[in-house]
């Protein structure tokens, strides 16, 4: 009797889990920061971004659609986008949703888009994904989505402007176990010299180098990559990144640090663990604040 009871209880708590984990993938929670600045603009203040991230290509649907009905609801002044919105991976990709959620949104705000990982896999092994690099970035030109490939755009109202950096890591600081220390030079090398003048936005997929984003110049950096930790513990915060480090340093939320910020998002989608546990998918507002 025992072990029948046990047995109950043991399935009752992993269905318990089982649905928790459904849930938080197929729901998408909406979070809000609000960064304050000097080096804002007058004209930026107020400035307005939904953040998406780490899609995978996921959530096609009454999901995704409820999800564009609360940016519509929000009506940012743009979307910005920290990687990882397609699925690469053994040689399979999938960037349809990707493509069909931008084409919705661009019609009414500007995208930008900076690469993650798996935009970058395509084009890193043409062997195995042939065209499709080039073919989903013909896909998000026809959209209209800006896509900053270690590319800078400024938006300028006036005598005031706004910057926003793309970056596209090389293949080496995505690496697996252990982090590579970032080379010095090297963000000066593929984006040039930030402008300290104006406040700067850095979308740049993972959170790993906060440190030398903040040490080249970026007020501000929008990141993604992992997934909130997967599954998030109380105080703990997540548990495990892609990388396989454990309890990451920047997992998910916002980090401060002399006078710059980072704000992570927990992502949108999964791909080869198809789990979360304390961790919904999430959407991010971000809105700039003037200072004096």
């Known amino acids: 009797m025992f072990f029948w009871i046990a047995g109950v209880v043991l399935a009752v708590f992993v269905s318990a889990i089982?649905?928790?984990s459904w849930y938080e993938r197929n729901h998408v929670a909406i979070r809000e920061y609000e960064v304050a600045s000097g080096a804002v603009g007058e004209a930026f203040d107020g400035y307005t971004m939904?953040?998406?991230?780490?899609?995978?290509?996921?959530g096609a649907g009454k999901r995704n659609n409820r999800m564009m009905a609360a940016i519509r609801r929000i009506h940012p002044d743009a979307v910005m986008v920290a990687g990882d919105m397609v699925m690469a991976r053994k040689g399979v990709c999938r960037y349809e949703e990707?493509?069909?959620?931008?084409?919705?949104?661009?019609?009414?705000y500007p995208v930008y888009y900076g690469l993650g990982n798996h935009e970058a896999r395509m084009d890193w092994e043409k062997e195995n994904y042939a065209s499709a690099y080039r073919k989903w970035y013909g896909e998000m030109m026809r959209a209209?989505?800006?896509?900053?490939?270690?590319?800078?755009?400024?938006?300028?109202?006036?005598?005031?402007?706004?910057?926003?950096?793309?970056?596209?890591?090389?293949?080496?600081?995505?690496?697996?176990?252990?982090?590579?220390?970032?080379?010095?030079?090297?963000?000066?090398?593929?984006?040039?010299?930030?402008?300290?003048?104006?406040?700067?936005?850095?979308?740049?997929?993972t959170p790993a180098y906060f440190d030398e984003y903040a040490a080249w110049g970026a007020d501000l950096t929008l990141s993604g990559h992992y997934h909130g930790g997967t599954v998030r513990l109380p105080f703990l915060g997540g548990v495990i990144a892609p990388d396989f480090e454990l309890f990451p340093k920047w997992s998910r939320g916002r980090y401060d640090q002399d006078g710059k910020t980072?704000?992570?998002?927990?992502?949108?989608?999964?791909?080869?663990?198809?789990?979360?546990?304390?961790?919904?998918?999430?959407?991010?507002?971000?809105?700039?604040?003037?200072?004096?």
């Open 50 to 58: 939904v953040v998406m991230a780490d899609l995978h290509d996921n």
């Open 144 to 205: 209209g989505v800006t896509v900053l490939d270690n590319l800078s755009l400024t938006i300028r109202e006036g005598k005031e402007a706004l910057t926003i950096t793309g970056l596209n890591l090389d293949r080496a600081y995505y690496r697996k176990v252990k982090k590579v220390p970032m080379e010095t030079g090297y963000l000066e090398q593929v984006l040039g010299v930030a402008r300290r003048d104006e406040y700067h936005i850095l979308l740049a997929h």
């Open 98 to 108: 990707c493509v069909r959620l931008l084409r919705r949104l661009s019609f009414r």
């Open 262 to 292: 980072m704000i992570v998002s927990g992502g949108l989608g999964t791909h080869s663990v198809n789990f979360r546990l304390g961790n919904m998918s999430e959407l991010l507002v971000v809105r700039l604040r003037r200072v004096s």
């Open 18 to 20: 089982l649905f928790v």
